[in-house]
């Protein structure tokens, strides 16, 4: 019983084989339907975005470059945390300590 299903998956593998070469041998060319996108961790996300600064920026400049990149993007409450972890690292430096609704504003180190 087990060595004719194994058979009968070998002769579909070879039907589907056979239509995908031509008729002279040669092999059609790939079609890509669609990009396959890596899905990146809100911690990389924000790093690249930091990387991508310059000068004094605040979370909602991270939020705009996030953004741009990915446009489904809407987890912005966590992107303050990440921040955080990124001056508690030492990547980055505090210039001006955020208070309620005023963001922090960070530089690179």
């Known amino acids: ?4 299903e194994i058979a009968a998956i070998d002769r579909l593998i070879s039907r589907e084989r056979s239509k995908a070469t031509s008729p002279n041998g040669a092999q059609p060319p790939v079609r ?3 990009r396959a996108r ?6 990389a996300m924000v790093g ?4 991508k600064m310059t000068g004094d920026f ?6 705009q470059e996030i953004q741009a ?3 489904a993007f809407t987890e912005t409450q966590r992107i303050g945390r990440e921040l955080w972890k990124l001056m508690r ?9 955020g208070r309620g609704r005023i963001p922090a504003v960070y530089r690179k180190k």
């Open 1 to 4: 019983m087990h060595g004719q």
């Open 32 to 34: 890509i339907t669609a």
């Open 38 to 43: 890596r899905r990146m961790s809100l911690s």
């Open 48 to 51: 690249a975005a930091v990387r």
């Open 58 to 63: 605040d979370r909602e400049q991270i939020v």
């Open 69 to 71: 990149q990915n446009p």
């Open 89 to 97: 690292d030492g990547e980055l430096k505090t210039v001006q300590t």
